[in-house]
C-alpha cells in the first residue's frame, strides 16, 4: 500500500473511531496526526538500508539504528521510536522477521531479513544497474 494511501486510511480510521471516543483537543489530534505522518515519511531508500542492514546479520533495533546512521541514513535521527512500527510493518509484509532472545539476561528482540525482503534488495539492486548502464553509460547491460 502506498504511503500517502495508508496514511490517508490511517487518518479515516483515527476521526471515524479512536477520536469520537475521546475527548482529544484539535491539537491533540494534530499532534497523533503528525506523528503517524512522521511514521509514514520513511523513504524507499530507508527500506533498501534496512533490509541491506539486515541481510547477513541478524540485529536488535538499536543496532539497526547505530548502524543505518553509520551509513549515512539519518532519517531516524532524533525520532528513533519511529523505527519500530516501520520495522513491524516491514515484518506485517513479510519483509523482514523477527524473534526474541535472551541477551545478556534480558530479553531482546532481534530482526532479519527474509527471503522475501532479500529478492525485492536484489531485484532493486539488478534494475538500479540496468539504469545506471542506460541512463549514464548510454547502453542498456543485458
Known amino acids: 500500500m502506498m504511503d500517502d494511501e495508508l496514511r490517508k486510511k490511517m487518518k479515516q480510521s483515527l476521526d471515524t473511531s479512536m477520536f469520537q471516543n475521546w475527548s482529544f483537543t484539535e491539537r491533540g489530534q494534530d499532534a497523533v496526526r503528525k506523528k503517524l505522518k512522521l511514521q509514514t515519511l520513511v523513504r524507499p531508500n530507508d527500506l533498501l538500508e534496512i533490509l541491506a542492514s539486515l541481510q547477513h546479520e541478524e540485529k536488535t533495533g538499536y543496532q539497526l539504528l547505530t548502524n543505518l546512521e553509520q ?3 539519518h532519517t531516524f535521527y532524533g525520532q528513533e521510536g519511529v523505527l519500530y512500527p516501520y520495522l513491524h510493518r516491514l515484518e506485517m509484509e513479510c519483509f523482514v522477521k523477527s524473534r526474541w532472545v535472551m541477551r545478556d539476561g534480558e530479553e531482546v528482540k532481534i530482526y532479519q531479513t527474509t527471503s522475501k525482503g532479500r529478492d525485492v534488495l536484489t531485484r532493486t ?12 553509460l548510454g547502453f542498456e547491460n543485458g
Open 125 to 136: 539492486v539488478e534494475q538500479e544497474a540496468k539504469l545506471t548502464f542506460k541512463g549514464v
Open 71 to 73: 551509513k549515512g541514513c
